[in-house]
């Protein structure tokens, strides 16, 4: 392990001890590159945008592919990076152990393993399971001293639980005394339901996820979150923007809605500016 990546991790680490922050998710280097230079202390990966960028659905991606998506993403990034592991890429815990010694190995300083199984009829890991598949997680750490930071998630508001909430707490709760360091369960919005999760886990950090408009980022401290992440939401809304515009040009004929972009000099000046820096830091 490399001195920075080793500070990266340290670093990371920190960051879940006190305070709340936005961990923004991009899709991509230069996505990447940007949202370092907007200031933001972390970055997390998207399984989702990856996923777009090659055409591709959400969890469509396979390991290999992703393995080298996030190690790309680390390798570009001065600060710590949380993978987006989806399910470890393994049904039992000991293949979810060796991916995540893999994953280990390509720089990140987090990831996160969730108890989703993509099966429509059990979309999710039977409780038993679901734990041991997280102390295996957690064991594979361990073993590489590496620090990297375990996020467990519960994915049961994704899913359509009869009872998510309750479900979440039972699982999330297992999860942190399994060793998970964050825990994170998808969906909820609610004050009533974030503050649940935030105190059945306490005190632990919880990760929030936001995709849609609602709490600021300082009512979502005031709920006890410690950490902010907007999973492919920043990816939707890139994607917006080229499919309107395409839609409009194919449909209309018009080119109207290249009114409003960023200027070519603004947007290449910025990369060309931060590959300088890149160039004289190495």
Known sequence: MSDKTASKRAHFRRLHESGCFVIPNPWDVGSARYLQHLGFKALATTSSGAAWTRGLPDNA????????????????SDIPVNADFE??????????????????????????????????DRPLYEFAAAVERIKAARAAID??????????????????????????????????????D???????????????????????????????????????RDLGVRRISVGGALARSAWTGFMRMAKEISEQGSFGGFADIVPFAEFDGFYAADAKTREKTS
Do not use: W
Not at 61 to 76: C, D, F, T, V, Y
Not at 91 to 114: C, F, H, K, Y
Not at 183 to 198: C, D, F, M, N, T
């Open 61 to 76: 991606l396979g390991l290999e592919a992703m393995l080298g998506h996030i190690g790309e993403i680390a390798s570009a």
């Open 87 to 120: 399910g470890g890429y393994a049904d039992e815990p000991a293949g979810v152990a060796a991916n995540v010694r893999r994953a280990i190995q390509t720089g990140i300083s987090g990831l996160s393993i969730e108890d989703s199984t993509g099966n429509k």
């Open 182 to 220: 964050c825990l994170y369960a998808p969906g909820p919005k609610s004050r009533e339901h974030i503050q649940a999760i935030v105190k059945a886990v306490a005190p632990k950090p919880v990760n929030l996820l936001v995709g849609s408009p609602g709490l600021h980022v300082a009512e979502i």
């Open 143 to 180: 073993q590489s001293g590496s620090g990297v930071v375990l996020t467990a998630r519960a994915e049961c508001f994704l899913v359509g639980h009869p009872d998510p909430l309750k479900e979440s707490l039972r699982r999330l709760e297992a999860y942190a005394g399994a060793g998970a």
